[in-house]
């Protein structure tokens, strides 16, 4: 269904709101359900661990490799499928299975029967779930919406609804743990992938399957994808520095978690509202990047986010004191390391946008994002190994100075400190088959960040 556009005179067009789009506030709403749900889940999840089923640091670091991995086992292959599929259909089939899945804990729980095995099983199984889920909704929006002139608003409506549910999801979380229990916390997420399947199912436009195309093997469309992100310097350097951060970021933050909870009696309230106040750093970052690109470097933003990104995370092993110092402390760093976070992000996706054909761009990000989260997902289980040998602390020590010599390293070495504009797009012999060879530069970046949460 497509919002008609306003009459206007000579060469302007009032458009109508897309509040007037029914199937794009339909799925916006149920969208933004799955989104307040997923927040829950990122602290409800390794809360149940901890506390419920008293997970030791190396089964807590396990537990967040699960959850990242599919996106390096399945992601590349779930891109080739999307393409060639309806992707209504693969978002419902992905909530379905999330929300039995994430129902089953409570459930279990009830009946005595939730132990870290069936947990961990549970956690890959949702992962997976989440990763065709993410592949498909960003490729139907375009569908809903069809005048490419409502992309913009429609892509600012749902980065608005992501990061609103960034601030608000742990602290829901929080309360519900406290108040009720982890595992009963999680049955709130179930709840809202049913609301967003059901918003899906009442969705009326018509999603034409793809064209029938001369079908190419799956594995010469996958390795078209990798050999661009291996041969771009700017892509490549993109996934390296990304796949680093999510390492760095997937060891912190579980072994945060359980340090604040039993080294230094932080209340699971507490704690969501750290990570809620925290998240209000990304919307900041989102509303200042643009305007800082425009007055200094593209280079020196880039930089600056980086380091802000990452230092602040120092602040977690070496933060002591009372709970409301405590408190203090960990929201700043999490507020400054969202906030540089959400700005490293809008910059490496502009410039992967911008550098990389159209004909490529499915293959380009699913290969980026399996570097991305394949080495992201090693973090978790290198930290709680540390931490069952060394201590919790320890480990937090370990995990943060080594982003700090990441960062230096990142910032000194990378091509994308020294572009002063946003990069023109390259011209690749090689696909010119394919389609047109840039994006163009007014392309708009993806307002949902690739580094994991």
């Known amino acids: 269904m497509t919002a008609p556009a306003g009459v206007g005179s000579g ?3 009032v458009r109508r709101s897309l509040w007037h789009n029914r199937d794009f506030v339909t799925f916006w709403s149920g969208e933004t359900l799955s989104l307040f749900g997923t927040q829950i889940t990122v602290l409800a999840l390794p809360l149940t661990a901890v506390i419920t089923l008293d997970a030791q640091p190396e089964q807590l670091g396990i537990l967040r490799f699960l959850q990242m991995v599919p996106y390096l086992l399945f992601g590349p292959l779930f891109g080739v499928w ?23 804990i409570p459930v279990l729980a009830g009946l005595g029967q939730l132990n870290m095995p069936v947990l961990l099983m549970i956690t890959f199984c949702v992962g997976m779930g989440a990763v065709l889920f993410d592949i498909s909704w960003m490729s139907f929006v375009p ?28 602290g829901v979380a929080g309360a519900l743990v406290n108040l009720l229990s982890a595992p009963v916390a999680m049955a709130a997420n179930a709840v809202t992938y049913l609301g967003s399947v059901i918003s899906l199912l009442l969705i009326r436009t018509e999603e034409k399957p793809p064209p ?23 892509v490549r350097w993109i996934a390296l520095v990304g796949g680093l951060a999510n390492f760095f970021l997937s060891a912190t933050q579980p072994m945060f978690i359980l340090f604040a909870v039993r080294e230094q009696d932080v209340p699971s309230s507490m ?13 900041i970052g989102g509303m200042i990047c643009r305007r800082l690109i425009e007055r200094l470097h593209l280079g020196r933003v880039y930089a600056g986010a980086l380091c802000v990104a990452f230092v602040p995370a120092l602040l977690l092993p070496a933060a002591s004191g009372p709970t409301l110092v405590l408190g203090v402390l960990y929201t700043v760093a999490w507020f400054l390391g969202s906030l540089g976070l959400t700005m490293v992000n809008i910059v490496i996706m502009s410039v992967r946008q911008n550098v990389t054909p159209p004909s490529l761009l499915g293959r380009m990000n699913a290969a980026v994002r399996a570097v991305m ?8 289980p290198v930290a709680g190994l540390i931490a069952a040998t060394a201590g919790v602390r320890e480990a937090l020590w370990i995990s943060t100075g080594c982003s700090g010599v990441f960062v230096l390293c990142g910032v000194a070495l990378s091509p994308l400190t020294r572009m002063r504009t946003m990069p023109g797009a390259a011209t690749d012999p090689a696909d010119q088959a394919d389609g047109p060879d840039h994006a163009g530069p007014g392309s708009r970046p993806p307002s949902v960040p690739e580094m994991a949460d």
């Open 11 to 13: 060469d302007t067009v």
């Open 373 to 380: 989260f394949g080495l992201g997902a090693l973090g978790g």
């Open 212 to 234: 029938a195309t001369v079908k190419r093997r799956i594995r010469t469309e996958l390795a078209q994808g990798f050999a661009f992100v291996a041969r771009n310097r700017l």
């Open 271 to 283: 704690l969501g509202l750290i990570f809620s106040i925290g998240a209000g750093g990304g919307i």
């Open 82 to 104: 999307v393409d060639r599929h309806r992707r209504r259909t693969a978002m419902i089939g992905a909530n379905v299975v999330r929300m039995v899945l994430i129902g089953l």
């Open 143 to 170: 569908t809903l919406i069809r005048d490419p002139g409502y992309l913009v608003d429609a892509n600012s409506k749902l980065a608005a609804t992501s990061a609103t549910a960034d601030a608000a999801g742990p």
